[in-house]
């Protein structure tokens, strides 16, 4: 992830963003920052304001209060200037049903403006990145859910724009078709494209992104990089260590070391798997080098991360939201 | 099935009740008493008929009103749950087909048949007016409420076996275009054609068919009530046929609901990738406009379709010329002339009504309208793009209404002048602003709402528009100035933009607009 630096412009920048939808706050005070070429992840539960937040950096709605500016240009003044330089793709499939996929990314690509020659181009260079090239003379009508997101993904990218703000893409997806969408949006960030992505599936946005925004009832609880969301609050750090076999008696052993508080075997574990919470001011290297007399098959040893679903968990508040 | 049918029977009842479009169609349907009133009093000032010609314009509006809504109204009664793929949902819940047709089509009876009954009181001031007895008053509201049941159930028919909706209005739409044309054009060509050309059992078919449709045409029955009560009875044949045709109607589509179902979805499920069998072009410049002439009106077959159509019409007429007059001529004479462009007309007319109320509406049924919001397109530039795409489609009924007008103009002026065909088009353009508005606000109601403000609007926008171009021959003479009577409907025109369609056009923007960002 770039380091925020004075001279890099944020792809976006969500200042004091406010909205009322008759009478009910839809979002509240909201800011946050999306570093250009990375992956930011958004999350909040059902009615957290996900969707009107997006639709407000989309240019689609005008917020009651704040501001948004899309690579330095403010989504007010500069609604055309900002739209071509974003691609977004609603929570809800948006399709032509009765054209071809290379129809109807033609018919979007010359609404952007593209000559026949550039749009030969990219189309074959969209359907190639979505694995599409096979489908593009099928009926959008004939594709599955998943084939039909893809080339969804594939109109967002027709006119290459730099931010892609994507609103549930794998939502009613099956696994393989969410774990191939998640291929596409790391491939379309090594290109260097800025993706800001709202999903449930968390889990896989872990993995996924850089950096996440949680909101929830209309405010940020948290914005920034995922790694420090993820890291345990503790003040013993917790490790996890992983064996390559199954050794009897092993728990006792590694309690028995100078400098182990206390060793825990995880749920569904098979024996192979142990979280070692340290003594007070040790680091990952003293214990790793306490641990090394025993001579044991190791497989990995790492900081024990949350899980998102815990960090989402203690941001959010139970219920909803009224 | 009780439980299951009356759940859907309320559920659709209260959304019914909670939208606020009937209420504003009942509310119009109250005023049109008020207006037919005031025109029958005016209409029949110094008779004492006022009744009967306030009742026989009350009848010919519900007329036209039940099969204008019954098309894109009962139509949709089945199709809407296969368009939101919630019948198969429906069969799992243990509904069987007749909880099914009886729950979703008997709904919307009930509330069509409220429709009429809220107007049955009013109509009995007809009887205090003069010229119509109570109990004819009675017996032609019967005949429309049988004609609503048989259109209810003929297109809960098509809806039963239509896989979509769209397919199944126009089929239903079709039909009813057919069964009021079919009688005239037979009886024309019968008349036309000379004894021994044709055989005789399909002489005697065809000189029997617009008798046997006429049995159940609540137009010649409300004739029959109120021009010749003393020969007929109260309910009458038609009535009696109308819901035997509207009971067999329905039972057709009970049996067969879950076959014709199965059917959609097997050929959804199992027909692997679906491919186009005739290509379309590659998109234009003006990107809206080629997506909708070739993927909403029907594209380039579709348009030679309707021209070779509109060709066999006239070579028909002419044909018919022919054999009853015993000359050749391209020129259509007398009657022919004017029914040809009336059939033009018609046409015209209708497609221009159902494409202006389809157009926006196809864009909201697909949710795509905030995705063409976020290309670089004006919002102005997609909604005239849109426009230009259905204009190109109907330019082969604007074609040939205006051959029929060049080359049998005499004929044609002998039913209507060049004024009163200016003002049939600038209603036609209103009409259409009207449909794409109501478009953007209902979903079912948005043609029958355009034709009930047509109507009346027809009364507010002719006077002004027939009156203009004299005013500005009077003012250009007295300035020594002698304008031709196309530069009077120019300005005429632009008054007419001006006042009615500037105002709905900005209106139909800034609903777009608003929906856009939905």
């Known amino acids: ?322 | 099935m009780i439980s299951g049918t009356t759940a859907l029977f309320v559920w659709t009842l209260r959304a019914d009740n909670r939208s606020v479009w009937p209420h504003v169609v009942r509310g119009a349907f109250a005023f049109m008493m008020l207006f037919t009133l005031s025109l029958a009093w005016t209409d029949a000032f110094g008779t004492t008929r006022i009744g009967l010609r306030f009742f026989e314009t009350i009848c010919s509006l519900n007329i036209l009103i039940i099969s204008v809504a019954g098309i894109s109204y009962f139509s949709t009664a089945v199709t809407e749950e296969k368009d939101a793929g919630t019948l198969a949902l429906l069969q799992l819940a243990g509904m069987s087909p007749l909880a099914i047709t009886l729950g979703k089509s008997t709904s919307r009876l009930v509330s069509s048949l409220m429709l009429l009954a809220v107007q049955v009181p009013f109509s009995f001031l007809a009887v205090t007016l003069g010229g119509v007895l109570w109990q004819q008053l009675l017996a032609a509201w019967c005949a429309l409420a049988a004609w609503l049941i048989l259109v209810a159930n003929a297109a809960l028919l098509c809806s039963a076996r239509c896989s979509t909706s769209g397919r199944a209005a126009a089929v239903a739409g079709s039909s009813a275009i057919l069964f009021f044309l079919l009688p005239a054009v037979t009886r024309t060509t019968t008349a036309a054609i000379p004894p021994g050309i044709l055989p005789q059992p399909v002489m005697t078919v065809l000189t029997n068919l617009p008798g046997a449709l006429e049995i159940v045409s609540p137009l010649k029955r409300i004739d029959q009530i109120l021009n010749n009560w003393q020969n007929t009875g109260f309910f009458g044949s038609q009535f009696t046929v109308s819901i035997l045709m509207a009971a067999a109607c329905f039972a057709v589509s009970t049996c067969r609901l879950t076959a014709w179902a199965r059917h959609v979805s097997d050929s959804e499920s199992l027909s692997g990738p679906a491919k186009r069998r005739l290509p379309v072009e590659r998109c234009w410049k003006l990107p809206l406009i080629w997506r909708d002439f070739h993927f909403y009106t029907g594209g380039w077959p579709f348009f030679t379709m309707k021209f070779l159509a509109g060709f066999a019409v006239y070579a028909s007429f002419v044909a018919i010329q022919q054999v009853s007059t015993d000359r050749w001529n391209i020129v259509l004479e007398q009657d022919f002339g004017w029914t040809a462009m009336l059939v033009f007309a018609s046409v015209l007319t209708v497609e221009v009504l159902l494409y202006s109320s389809g157009s926006l509406f196809s864009e909201l049924r697909q949710s795509t309208q905030s995705t063409i919001a976020m290309t670089p397109c004006s919002t102005v530039s997609i909604l005239l793009q849109k426009a230009a795409g259905c204009l190109i489609a109907v330019l082969p009924a604007v074609f040939w209404s205006m051959f029929t007008l060049t080359v049998s103009r005499t004929s044609v002026l002998t039913l209507v002048d060049m004024d009163t065909i200016v003002v049939w088009g600038l209603m036609l353009i209103f009409s259409s602003h009207v449909a794409a508005l109501f478009s953007l606000y209902t979903r079912w109601a948005a043609l029958p709402l355009t034709v009930l403000v047509s109507f009346f609007a027809f009364f507010v926008i002719a006077g002004p528009v027939l009156t203009i171009p004299d005013v500005v021959d009077r003012i250009a003479i007295t300035h020594n100035y002698r304008p031709s009577r196309a530069f009077a409907w120019t300005i005429t025109a632009f008054w007419t933009w001006l006042f009615t369609l500037l105002p709905l056009q900005l209106w139909i923007r800034d609903q777009w607009i608003k929906l856009s960002r939905q």
């Open chain 1, 1 to 322: 992830m770039p380091a925020i630096t004075r001279n890099t412009v944020p792809a976006i920048s969500v200042s004091g963003l406010s909205h009322a939808f008759r009478g009910h706050q839809a979002l509240s005070n909201v800011s946050f920052c999306v570093l250009p070429q990375t992956l930011h992840g958004f999350v909040g539960p059902n009615g957290a304001g996900k969707t009107t937040t997006m639709r407000m950096i989309c240019t689609l709605l005008q917020p009651n209060k704040g501001e948004v500016e899309i690579f330095g240009s403010n989504v007010r003044q500069n609604i055309s200037a900002v739209r071509r330089r974003i691609g977004y793709m609603p929570d809800h499939f948006s399709m032509y049903r009765q054209m071809t996929v290379a129809e109807y990314l033609d018919f979007f690509g010359t609404a952007y403006g593209l000559t026949q020659v550039q749009r030969d181009r990219v189309i074959g260079d969209v359907l190639t990145l979505t694995d599409m090239d096979g489908r593009r003379n099928d009926l959008i009508s004939g594709l599955s859910r998943g084939m039909q997101q893809r080339v969804s993904l594939a109109r967002v990218l027709v006119h290459d724009p730099d931010l892609l703000l994507l609103d549930e893409p794998a939502s009613g997806l099956d696994p393989r078709a969410r774990i191939e969408l998640m291929e596409i949006l790391r491939e379309l960030r090594r290109i260097g494209k800025t993706v800001f992505i709202s999903s449930h599936i968390l889990s896989e946005l872990a993995d996924l992104c850089d950096a996440v925004t949680v909101i929830d009832r209309g405010q940020v609880r948290y914005s920034g990089p995922m790694d420090l969301l993820l890291e345990t609050t503790d003040q013993q750090p917790l490790w996890n260590l992983r064996l390559t076999t199954v050794l009897p008696g092993i728990i006792e052993k590694i309690k028995a070391l100078p400098g182990v508080a206390e060793v825990t075997e995880p749920e569904f574990s098979n024996g192979r798997d142990f979280i070692i919470r340290s003594a007070e001011g040790l680091t990952g290297n003293d214990l790793l080098r306490a641990l090394l007399p025993l001579d044991l098959p190791l497989a990995s040893f790492g900081l024990q991360r949350r899980h998102l679903n815990d960090a989402f968990m203690d941001l959010t508040t139970r219920g909803v939201p009224a």
